[in-house]
Nanobody, 128 residues
Framework: QLMVVESGGGLVQPGGSLRLSCVGD????????VGWFRQAPGKEREGVSC????????FLDDSVKGRFTVSRDATKNTVYLEMNSLKPEDTAIYFC?????????????????????WGQGTQVTVAS
């Protein structure tokens, strides 16, 4: 069974940092575009960031630009979401997902239906 598994969430104070990891389990993430999505309480899930493979094209939503960074370590089959200067409004469940269509394309997109493998999510809470 193809899976992705997120980790790294937790409770952090405003202004703090966390690094989320997304690992492929039975799935070679190096051939997929990988996206990060989040869902805050009472809100719809939204796209945060994505990254392709060979060209390493990245996308970051305006709400996180300058604070979040997405990267991948091909040797570890892992994609990271580095989150700095966290704000209370960043509180959400963060999901990693794999898109089999755009891994080797010039750009990735935050279209949920194109992401075919989803993780269970990891909770990020920003509070003092």
């Amino acid at each position: 069974q193809l899976m992705v598994v997120e980790s790294g969430g937790g409770l952090v104070q405003p202004g703090g940092s966390l690094r989320l990891s997304c690992v492929g389990d039975g799935l070679n993430l190096n051939t997929y575009a990988v996206g990060w999505f989040r869902q805050a309480p009472g809100k719809e899930r939204e796209g945060v960031s994505c990254m392709t493979t060979v060209l390493s094209s990245r996308f970051l939503d305006d709400s996180v630009k300058g604070r979040f960074t997405v990267s991948r370590d091909a040797t570890k089959n892992t994609v990271y979401l580095e989150m700095n200067s966290l704000k209370p409004e960043d509180t959400a469940i963060y999901f990693c997902a794999a898109d089999p269509f755009r891994g080797f394309q010039s750009h990735c997109v935050m279209t949920e239906r194109d992401y075919r493998v989803w993780g269970q999510g990891t909770q990020v809470t920003v509070a003092s």
